[in-house]
């Protein structure tokens, strides 16, 4: 199971499954033919844009794969990482914008997944590893920055 994070335009922002089993051009997401944000104010909206960039509202309808989940307002998502504390199929999405980890759940016969729960951190997330011998989590914060270990409390 291969998860990827994609910083949409003005919202959109992605998670995508990547399927071993299906060759390569089975894996195009879309960018920047589709996408579920649209183009921040700045970008000129003209006749170059709309043919390179026209950020469809669909993905399989232009004949690419849509996304297993979609924050329709942006998120400024970072890195994604299964999450260690859970036996279910649970991911950690870090964030820059929100300052947040979002905890979703990932149905991958369904292709789809749901927010189950998110905790505040206060500023942007730019990086988060696990730590398999200490069994934590280390955070990597851009504004400060620095370094946070998270672990669980039982």
């Known amino acids: 199971l291969i998860l990827s994070t994609e910083h949409g335009p003005k919202g959109g922002d992605e998670i995508n499954l990547i399927n071993l089993d299906n060759n390569l051009e089975k894996n195009n997401f879309g960018w920047p033919l589709s996408s579920y944000g649209n183009h ?3 970008v000129p909206l003209n006749g170059y844009t709309k043919k390179f960039a026209p950020l469809h509202k669909s993905h399989s309808e232009y004949g690419f794969e849509e996304p297993i ?10 890195e994604i990482i299964k999450n260690h504390y859970s036996e279910s199929n649970q991911y950690l999405i870090t964030s820059l914008k929100e300052k947040s980890i979002f905890i979703i759940e990932v149905n991958t016969e ?3 997944s749901k927010i189950i729960n998110e905790i505040k951190i206060g500023e942007r997330i730019r990086d988060i590893i696990y730590d398999k011998i200490n ?8 504004g400060t ?6 672990t669980k409390i039982i």
């Open 135 to 142: 069994n934590c989590f280390y955070l990597y914060l851009e």
């Open 145 to 150: 920055p620095k370094i946070v270990k998270l």
């Open 40 to 42: 921040y104010d700045v």
């Open 69 to 78: 989940f979609i924050f329709q307002n942006s998120i400024g998502i970072s």
């Open 110 to 112: 369904m292709g789809d």
